[in-house]
């Protein structure tokens, strides 16, 4: 037992046998005593500080499959706080793809509120599904066949398909399909939208993928699950860092200058955010802010600043 070890002092080795696992652990003591066990073959690591978006760390290609054709635009509706209900037949399935929008965002926080797994049983079921004000700026799971009426109504819908198994299976990719219903009336996998979306798609991406259809056949299905949720993860964080650095440059353009910081003197106030200055400055940039993903930027700066 642990209690009738001998007590434990910086720089030794400790060999406790517990419930039959051997555990090598050394008592870090120190600098000088690091610096002097540096021929043992245990290294002292610095942790990395790794930022994620949420504690679950989804799998977005597996979760987005269905709608990854359209992964601008829905980067559009995350970004924009707009009301988005998924439809799936599970939990686990609306769950996985809402934790997947929020997260497309990152480093941005999504402030506005969402639920993963959404009920009838919940206390805002008539605030959501009430027809005469506009719905809130809320992200929903559903599973309930319920909410396919209830939430019709609502302006951008996501019906995930249960694409999991082909997944498994090595079955080729689930592809989301156009707009509209199936012959049973249900809607069919997809984004479902009559927003007009400002930035234009990136194909090569898109192929890259093998979710765009006008792209031919692609390595999607070759690349391992991991390799996907990579590029998946670096194009959103590209279109997110992209979005954000021109008003990094203007905030820090209203920020006080070093010399008028004094300790003696109430702090300096910032500039106020004029709106239709930083959109003057945007036009200068052109409409093309980034060189890989073209687009309005201008018009979603508008929208972004006016949520």
Not at 141 to 146: C, E, H, I, S
Not at 280 to 297: A, P, R, S
């Amino acid at each position: 037992m642990l209690q009738h070890e001998p007590m434990a002092t910086p720089t030794s080795w400790r060999d406790p046998s517990t419930a039959f696992t051997w555990l090598h652990c050394p008592v870090a003591g120190s600098n000088e005593d690091r610096q002097a066990h540096t021929g043992s073959p245990y290294l002292y690591l610095k942790p990395t500080l790794v930022t994620l978006p949420s504690i679950h760390d989804p799998e977005l290609y597996m979760a987005l499959q269905p709608i990854l054709d359209k992964f601008e635009l829905i980067w559009e509706l995350v970004l924009t706080n707009q009301p988005i209900v998924v439809m799936a037949n599970s939990p686990t399935i609306c769950s996985n793809m809402v934790q997947a929008l929020v997260s497309l965002i990152h480093p941005l926080t999504y402030t506005a509120d969402y639920r993963p797994y959404f009920t009838i049983h919940d206390t805002e079921f008539k605030n959501y599904t009430t027809r005469t004000q506009t719905p809130p700026q809320v992200i929903l799971g559903v599973t309930n066949p319920f909410f396919a009426k209830a939430l019709d109504h609502w302006p951008h819908i996501i019906k995930a398909g249960d694409h999991t198994s082909s997944i498994a299976n090595g079955a080729d990719e689930y592809r989301g399909t156009s707009r509209g219903r199936s012959l049973e009336g249900e809607l069919k996998p997809g984004l479902h939208t009559k927003y007009k979306a400002l930035l234009q798609k990136d194909k090569m991406f898109l192929k890259m993928l093998g979710s765009y259809k006008g792209g031919g056949g692609g390595a999607g299905g070759k690349r391992p699950m991991e390799a996907l949720n990579v590029m998946i993860k670096k194009q959103a964080l590209q279109l997110t860092t992209g979005f954000i650095t021109p008003l990094e440059k203007y905030i820090a353009g209203l920020s006080p200058l070093t010399k008028n910081v004094n300790l003696w003197r109430p702090p300096p106030q910032l500039a106020p955010f004029n709106v239709e200055q930083f959109l003057h400055i945007l036009e200068g940039l052109g409409t093309q802010i980034m060189d890989t993903v073209k687009g309005n930027w201008i018009d979603l700066y508008s929208v972004f600043v006016t949520i």
